[in-house]
Protein backbone atom coordinates (compact mmCIF):
# COMPACT_ATOMS: atom_id res chain seq x y z
CA UNK A 1 0.00 0.00 0.00
CA UNK A 2 1.36 3.44 -0.85
CA UNK A 3 0.72 6.08 1.87
CA UNK A 4 1.43 9.79 1.33
CA UNK A 5 0.88 12.39 4.18
CA UNK A 6 -1.19 14.71 2.64
CA UNK A 7 -4.42 17.09 4.02
CA UNK A 8 -7.98 16.39 2.84
CA UNK A 9 -7.89 19.85 1.09
CA UNK A 10 -4.69 20.36 -1.18
CA UNK A 11 -3.26 23.94 -2.84
CA UNK A 12 -1.06 22.47 -5.50
CA UNK A 13 0.59 25.91 -5.76
CA UNK A 14 2.05 25.22 -1.88
CA UNK A 15 3.23 21.60 -3.07
CA UNK A 16 6.96 21.30 -4.54
CA UNK A 17 7.32 20.04 -7.78
CA UNK A 18 8.62 16.78 -6.02
CA UNK A 19 5.41 16.26 -4.20
CA UNK A 20 2.95 16.68 -7.06
CA UNK A 21 5.28 13.82 -8.97
CA UNK A 22 5.02 11.80 -5.56
CA UNK A 23 1.07 12.85 -5.39
CA UNK A 24 0.83 11.72 -9.22
CA UNK A 25 2.44 8.83 -8.64
CA UNK A 26 0.80 7.44 -5.63
CA UNK A 27 -3.00 8.18 -6.82
CA UNK A 28 -1.96 6.29 -10.20
CA UNK A 29 -0.32 3.38 -8.12
CA UNK A 30 -3.84 3.59 -6.06
CA UNK A 31 -6.34 3.71 -9.56
CA UNK A 32 -3.93 1.09 -11.02
CA UNK A 33 -4.47 -1.19 -8.31
CA UNK A 34 -8.38 -0.36 -8.24
CA UNK A 35 -8.62 -1.40 -11.56
CA UNK A 36 -7.05 -4.57 -11.08
CA UNK A 37 -8.81 -5.46 -8.42
CA UNK A 38 -11.86 -3.73 -8.15
CA UNK A 39 -12.98 -1.34 -5.42
CA UNK A 40 -14.00 -1.98 -1.79
CA UNK A 41 -17.21 -0.85 -0.46
CA UNK A 42 -15.75 -0.19 2.80
CA UNK A 43 -13.73 2.42 3.51
CA UNK A 44 -10.93 2.87 6.45
CA UNK A 45 -13.48 5.29 8.50
CA UNK A 46 -16.21 2.80 8.15
CA UNK A 47 -13.76 -0.39 8.66
CA UNK A 48 -12.42 1.01 12.15
CA UNK A 49 -15.40 1.14 14.71
CA UNK A 50 -16.28 -2.71 13.51
CA UNK A 51 -12.50 -4.13 14.13
CA UNK A 52 -12.30 -1.63 17.32
CA UNK A 53 -15.62 -3.94 17.87
CA UNK A 54 -14.22 -6.97 17.49
CA UNK A 55 -10.53 -6.11 19.14
CA UNK A 56 -9.55 -9.13 21.53
CA UNK A 57 -12.16 -11.23 20.22
CA UNK A 58 -10.87 -14.62 18.10
CA UNK A 59 -12.38 -12.64 14.98
CA UNK A 60 -10.54 -9.73 15.64
CA UNK A 61 -7.47 -11.54 16.03
CA UNK A 62 -8.10 -13.89 13.16
CA UNK A 63 -8.53 -10.21 10.78
CA UNK A 64 -5.80 -8.68 11.88
CA UNK A 65 -3.40 -11.74 11.54
CA UNK A 66 -4.39 -12.07 7.77
CA UNK A 67 -3.94 -8.61 7.46
CA UNK A 68 -0.74 -9.00 8.12
CA UNK A 69 -0.26 -11.26 6.25
CA UNK A 70 -1.41 -11.92 2.29
CA UNK A 71 -5.13 -11.99 3.56
CA UNK A 72 -5.98 -14.77 4.59
CA UNK A 73 -5.92 -16.99 7.59
CA UNK A 74 -5.91 -21.13 7.65
CA UNK A 75 -9.16 -23.26 9.38
CA UNK A 76 -5.60 -24.55 11.61
CA UNK A 77 -4.85 -20.82 12.72
CA UNK A 78 -8.56 -20.15 13.57
CA UNK A 79 -9.06 -23.41 15.48
CA UNK A 80 -5.63 -22.52 17.39
CA UNK A 81 -7.34 -18.53 18.10
CA UNK A 82 -10.19 -20.31 19.05
CA UNK A 83 -8.17 -22.56 21.62
CA UNK A 84 -10.41 -25.93 19.72
CA UNK A 85 -8.80 -28.98 18.27
CA UNK A 86 -7.58 -29.00 14.98
CA UNK A 87 -10.38 -31.36 14.20
CA UNK A 88 -12.97 -28.76 15.42
CA UNK A 89 -16.00 -27.34 13.83
CA UNK A 90 -16.08 -23.64 12.60
CA UNK A 91 -19.61 -23.18 12.83
CA UNK A 92 -20.67 -19.13 13.23
CA UNK A 93 -17.12 -18.04 13.62
CA UNK A 94 -18.42 -14.96 11.17
CA UNK A 95 -21.93 -14.40 12.87
CA UNK A 96 -19.89 -12.15 15.84
CA UNK A 97 -18.60 -10.16 12.94
CA UNK A 98 -22.40 -9.50 11.53
CA UNK A 99 -23.77 -8.94 15.01
CA UNK A 100 -21.11 -5.92 15.83
CA UNK A 101 -21.90 -4.72 12.29
CA UNK A 102 -25.89 -4.95 12.94
CA UNK A 103 -24.63 -3.34 16.18
CA UNK A 104 -23.10 -0.73 14.86
CA UNK A 105 -25.66 0.28 11.57
CA UNK A 106 -28.53 0.27 14.60
CA UNK A 107 -26.31 3.00 16.61
CA UNK A 108 -26.32 4.70 13.28
CA UNK A 109 -22.91 4.12 11.91
CA UNK A 110 -22.76 4.83 8.58
CA UNK A 111 -21.74 1.70 7.20
CA UNK A 112 -22.05 0.11 3.82
CA UNK A 113 -24.83 -2.42 2.95
CA UNK A 114 -21.96 -5.36 1.34
CA UNK A 115 -21.15 -7.92 3.91
CA UNK A 116 -17.92 -6.81 5.48
CA UNK A 117 -14.74 -8.31 3.82
CA UNK A 118 -13.69 -11.52 6.04
CA UNK A 119 -14.93 -14.50 3.97
CA UNK A 120 -14.49 -18.03 4.14
CA UNK A 121 -12.73 -20.06 1.81
CA UNK A 122 -14.50 -23.05 0.99
CA UNK A 123 -11.83 -24.40 -2.10
CA UNK A 124 -14.75 -25.77 -3.45
CA UNK A 125 -15.61 -27.98 -0.78
CA UNK A 126 -18.53 -27.88 2.24
CA UNK A 127 -15.72 -27.51 4.69
CA UNK A 128 -13.96 -23.96 5.54
CA UNK A 129 -10.47 -24.30 4.22
CA UNK A 130 -9.54 -20.78 5.57
CA UNK A 131 -10.68 -17.23 5.99
CA UNK A 132 -9.74 -13.89 3.28
CA UNK A 133 -9.70 -10.25 3.43
CA UNK A 134 -10.69 -9.69 -0.19
CA UNK A 135 -8.11 -7.97 -2.43
CA UNK A 136 -10.08 -4.92 -3.08
CA UNK A 137 -10.17 -4.56 0.72
CA UNK A 138 -7.17 -5.78 1.79
CA UNK A 139 -5.31 -2.34 1.98
CA UNK A 140 -8.05 -0.47 3.60
CA UNK A 141 -8.41 -3.27 6.34
CA UNK A 142 -4.49 -2.81 7.05
CA UNK A 143 -4.67 0.95 7.14
CA UNK A 144 -7.99 0.46 10.01
CA UNK A 145 -5.97 -1.91 11.78
CA UNK A 146 -2.64 0.90 11.86
CA UNK A 147 -0.75 -1.38 9.86
Do not use: C
Amino acid sequence: MTTIPIEARIHLVELSTEEVHRLVDALTEELRRRKEVGESPWRVSQLKPVLQRLSGTPQGRAIAEAAQKDGSITRNRVLRILGRDVDGRLNGFRKPINTVVGQLTKEGVDLPVAPFPFWVDYDGGVSAVGFYIDEASLPAVRAALGN
